[in-house]
Nanobody
């Protein structure tokens, strides 16, 4: 079993930044891909960004150029640097490991 825990959400003004963190822990499993999805009220969960163990990344078009995903393989930790935040980025952000294990989510609210 793998536990996934997110942190770093909060309230930020438009144009601001937040850094989200996600740590996956548990023995006996190799973590290949990690990433972030988000879900806004009344909307379906959508991809934000993913990163593989060798550093290959994939971003949703809506966040390209503003968000950056990175990873510390030794710690099974993934980060999401979010810049130039917009009100439309408001959502609960969920982290996953291998698309199998998911965290409880961290709230990001962009509002003036």
């Amino acid at each position: 079993q793998v536990q996934v825990v997110e942190s770093g959400g909060g309230l930020v003004q438009p144009g601001g930044s937040l850094r989200l963190s996600c740590a996956a822990s548990g023995s006996g499993w190799r973590i290949n891909v990690m990433g972030w999805y988000r879900q806004a009220p009344g909307k379906q969960r959508e991809l934000v960004a993913t990163i593989t163990g060798n550093g290959s990344t994939n971003y949703a078009d809506s966040v390209k150029g503003r968000f950056t995903i990175s990873r510390d393989n030794a710690k099974n930790t993934v980060y999401l640097q979010t810049n130039s935040l917009k009100p439309d980025d408001t959502a609960v952000y969920y982290c996953h490991a291998n698309y199998l294990w998911w965290g409880q989510g961290t709230q990001v609210t962009v509002s003036s």
